[in-house]
T-cell receptor, first 111, second 113 residues
Framework: KQEVTQIPAALSVPEGENLVLNCSFT??????LQWFRQDPGKGLTSLLL???SQREQTSGRLNASLDKSSGRSTLYIAASQPGDSATYLC??????????WGAGTKLIIKP | KAGVTQTPRYLIKTRGQQVTLSCSPI?????VSWYQQTPGQGLQFLFE???????NKGNFPGRFSGRQFSNSRSEMNVSTLELGDSALYLC????????????FGSGTRLTVV
């Protein structure tokens, strides 16, 4: 059974710092992995989608990597801003074609 | 281009009642999936519809059901509501999920009292 873990559960850093969020999964048989952000009381905003055959994806200040063999993905945020404060979730599409979610990392960027 | 629209945004129901939630996907998207989000369990997959057919189903009791119409709009129904059904219900639509991923609506916040 696929399980997705995100560490840390919460992170607080000063504005301007570069940071890394981690996502690990137990079964390497995945179709893809997607990173989302969720603002309080809101839905999910898709950030990056990495196919199982890809190693990384980039969008602006965000870079996501995928290492299927070790069951890990990282989301790198460069030059963090207060507007980046949100909960970041990763989800893998497993062999049953279902999205399995991590519990999220709550990120706070201090001005 | 309109996003994924979920109605209503907020709902309060009494135990034992039933509820229907609606999701209108992005125009042209034929896949609609539903998720339940609670503080204790996080996000959990309910089901996915594609061209009016249920393509996949998560581990939820039969009280949770859904359907999709010919215009791709989807409804989710929960019968005999329990306190534990209180959650944020999120709907996502996709054109080509494996290539472009999912676009989520803002959700319906259901409170069962």
């Amino acid at each position: 059974k696929q399980e997705v873990t995100q560490i840390p559960a919460a992170l607080s850093v000063p504005e301007g710092e570069n940071l890394v969020l981690n996502c690990s999964f137990t079964d390497s048989a995945i179709y893809n992995l997607q990173w989302f952000r969720q603002d309080p009381g809101k839905g999910l905003t898709s950030l990056l989608l990495i196919q199982s055959s890809q190693r990384e994806q980039t969008s602006g200040r965000l870079n996501a990597s995928l290492d299927k063999s070790s069951g890990r993905s990282t989301l790198y945020i460069a030059a963090s801003q207060p507007g980046d404060s949100a909960t970041y979730l990763c989800a893998v599409k497993d062999s049953n074609y279902q999205l399995i979610w991590g519990a999220g990392t709550k990120l706070i960027i201090k001005p | 281009k309109a996003g994924v629209t979920q109605t209503p945004r907020y709902l309060i129901k009494t135990r034992g009642q039933q509820v229907t939630l609606s999701c209108s996907p992005i125009s042209g998207h034929r896949s609609v999936s539903w998720y339940q989000q609670t503080p204790g369990q996080g996000l959990q997959f309910l089901f996915e519809y594609f061209s009016e057919t249920q393509r996949n189903k998560g581990n939820f009791p039969g009280r949770f059901s859904g359907r999709q119409f010919s215009n791709s709009r989807s409804e989710m129904n929960v019968s005999t509501l329990e306190l534990g059904d209180s959650a944020l219900y999120l709907c996502a639509s996709s054109l080509e999920a494996d290539v472009r991923g999912y676009t989520f609506g803002s959700g319906t916040r259901l409170t069962v009292v």
